[in-house]
């Protein structure tokens, strides 16, 4: 782990794709895989990978698998962006037993959402992201998806963690913009707590907001165009947002039409990166979901030039 050609500052004010995971078709982490695929969203201008989240179907990996991934994405990743781990379990225990394997495997930090099955308030969702910071050495990003954990993370759990030094941010998948707008403020409070936007149809707005960076499942297959349409909010170019924006409008309808998270995976495929294997128990989408996602990418120009035709 290093982060002589990193800052924690510069990476989380850019692009970081919550990574797919590749598999073989023997369902073991595919190494190979993990290389090109780290490689294309670093050299397609992204700051940091985000291993084992949503994207990365990290709740349904087995701890083999997990750890195959987080192995081979630092060993890809090679000190030139920060490997961020998910351990976004439904229970403190298993959580804890992953940050410290992930901690073990070289990652340069946490990524910590609530507990989920069991309901939980304000107060057990603070002490299971504590017990996470307890259990290694290493930072901490909050994780905000209530789609997947059916709680959102309490306003008042992550104002509280936010006072924590070694908490970096949050990153919100919601897509609730009020809720987001309270964690912008609590940047007044908090300078160098950074926010984060999950949710590729609200990173327009939240980036004319003033969020930090973000977290699109979408930058696995087109990091450029999130990566355009960060710099464009900073600089505050409308024009260019909205254009960029409606490239990503589009480009988003290779999962939201029916064919869900499969469907980044072929996309990822049909870029020569990765085997067309999700995790159990999905199947691989079919020939004609796979050509749409095939057209998607033709019209943004996003095919290797052997099969764009």
Known sequence: MTSSNWTWDQALRGVIPPMISPLTPAMEADVGAV??????ILNGG???????????????????QRDGIVRATVQAASGRAPVLVGV??????????????????????LVVGSPYYFGVDAASQRRHVEAILSATSLP????NIPQCTHAPLALETVAALAAEPRILGVKDSWGDMGNFQSLLALKHQHPRFRVLQGNEHAAMASLL?????????????????????VRAGHAG????????????????????QGIGMPGIYAAAAQLGLIDNVPAEPWLPIDEKQNELVRSILRAHDLLPSATAV
């Open 35 to 40: 290389g090109r695929t780290a490689n294309f």
């Open 46 to 64: 992204c700051s940091g990978l985000f291993v084992l989240g949503g994207v990365g179907e990290g709740a349904w990996l087995s701890s083999r």
């Open 88 to 109: 976004m379990l439904p229970g403190t225990a298993p959580a804890r037993e992953e940050a410290v394997r992930a901690a073990d495997a070289g990652a340069d930090a």
């Open 140 to 143: 901490v990003l909050l994780y």
């Open 209 to 229: 907001l003033g969020c930090d960076g973000l977290v699109p499942g979408l930058a696995n297959v087109a990091p450029r165009v999130l990566v355009d349409l």
């Open 237 to 256: 170019d409308v024009d260019a947002c909205t254009r960029l924006n409606a490239q990503v409008f589009d480009l988003t309808r290779m999962y939201t």
